[in-house]
Every structure is written in structure tokens, then in C-alpha cells.
């Protein structure tokens, strides 16, 4: 029986990125100080992966799993809500993200892609401008995301970004500006809420590329 594919990824090694072959990928990181790799299933889950914290999918998300709650601890989302979610292209770079109506999948805003960005970038602002359409129709209904992260940026109105600006990724550090502006002059009754993709399945905003 063939072997099935993997994909490594690399956070910290020579040079990050993914990698399709274990030969590739150990060249980034044997001997590399530091280095912080994992192998993935899929090419799409190795690239979501690399944009977001390796904690997140190692050591942490194994305890996580070791104290799992139940699925009757987390009831079903609310319908009458909004999910978020963005895409990121580790080769290319591109982000781009959308939102839904998450009781009839109707495609509320997409954007992008923009040039030079990062997953948790395009997370945080799906979450901003959600908020900013909800806001715009007097609208209360509360707002799920799959990524962590970008709740802790949203609720503390700051991104934390690494990425460096650059003369091809203007135009996301305009719109992150712009993000953080609105929350810092605005008000909103919305809840931003996890969404729950170990009970729940995955993110209907998702773009399905895995």
C-alpha cells in the first residue's frame, strides 16, 4: 500500500514555510536552533497551520485533548448569527476572507486577495467588518469565529501582528488601521464567539480548500 502524503510545517527553522516531502522540510530544521515543525494530513491544513501559533498545534492542543469536554457542554450555535473566516495562501501569500449568515449561508461580504498578509490578519478583520455590517443594520445578532487569536485582538483593539509593511501589503495595514480605529471610536452589543469546530464540525465560512 502506497504511503499516504504529508505535509510538514515549518515555523522556525532555516526557512519556514511547507513543505511536501520530510527531506525538504528536515533540511529547514536539522540542527536549526529553536526549530518548530509538525506534520499535517493536507497541504490546506499545513498552510492554515503556518499562519497561526504552533503552541496552538502541538504540546497545548494535545492537553487540550486530554481534558475534552463532552459535546453536551457545547449546545448548538445560534443560527441567527454570523460566522467568519479567512483563507491564506503560504506560497503566494494572499489572504483574503468572508463572512456569512450562518441560517441561510447567504454570502453577506468577501474580500480580497490581498498581497504579502497573514491568517490571523484576515481572521481579525472578517471579525471588524461583521461588526461594522452588523452595526450599519442596527443589527444584534453575535458573530462566530474559529481562531482565538483574532477574538484576543478584537477584544483588546489591537493587532498584534509580526508581519512587517511592505511595498506590496499597503493596503492590509490600511485596512488594519482602519480595524483598529473602529473599534477603539465605536460600541457594539455583538458577542464574538468561538466557534467550536471539535463539537460543531467545521466552519461553514470556511472556503474549503483542505
Do not use: C
Not at 525538504?24 to 499545513?46: C, L, M, N, P, T
Not at 503566494?92 to 504579502?116: A, I, N, S, W
Amino acid at each position: 500500500m502506497a504511503k499516504k502524503q504529508k505535509y510538514y510545517t515549518v515555523w522556525e527553522g532555516r526557512k519556514k514555510g511547507v513543505y511536501d516531502s520530510w527531506d525538504e522540510a528536515k533540511r529547514q530544521v536539522e540542527g536549526a536552533q529553536g526549530a518548530k515543525y509538525k506534520a499535517f494530513e493536507s497541504k490546506s491544513e499545513a498552510e492554515k497551520a503556518l499562519g497561526e501559533n504552533y503552541w496552538k498545534h502541538t504540546q497545548k492542543a494535545a492537553e487540550a485533548k486530554q481534558t475534552k469536554l463532552p459535546k453536551s457542554a457545547f449546545p448548538p450555535p445560534n443560527l441567527e448569527s454570523v460566522v467568519v473566516d479567512a483563507a491564506w495562501n503560504s506560497v503566494k501569500k494572499d489572504m483574503e476572507y468572508q463572512g456569512f449568515y450562518l441560517k441561510t449561508k447567504e454570502l453577506l461580504f468577501h474580500k480580497g486577495p490581498f498581497p504579502q498578509a497573514t491568517n490571523n490578519i484576515g481572521e481579525f478583520l472578517a471579525i471588524v467588518h461583521a461588526l461594522a455590517h452588523l452595526k450599519k443594520h442596527n443589527s444584534t445578532l453575535p458573530i462566530y469565529s474559529d481562531s482565538r487569536t483574532a477574538i484576543s485582538w478584537v477584544k483588546n483593539k489591537k493587532a498584534k501582528t509580526k508581519l512587517e509593511e511592505s511595498a506590496g501589503n499597503e493596503e492590509v495595514f490600511d485596512l488594519l488601521e482602519r480595524a483598529v480605529k473602529w473599534l477603539q471610536e465605536n460600541t457594539y452589543p455583538n458577542k464574538v464567539l468561538k466557534w467550536e469546530t471539535d463539537y460543531w464540525g467545521e466552519n461553514p465560512a470556511d472556503f474549503g480548500r483542505k
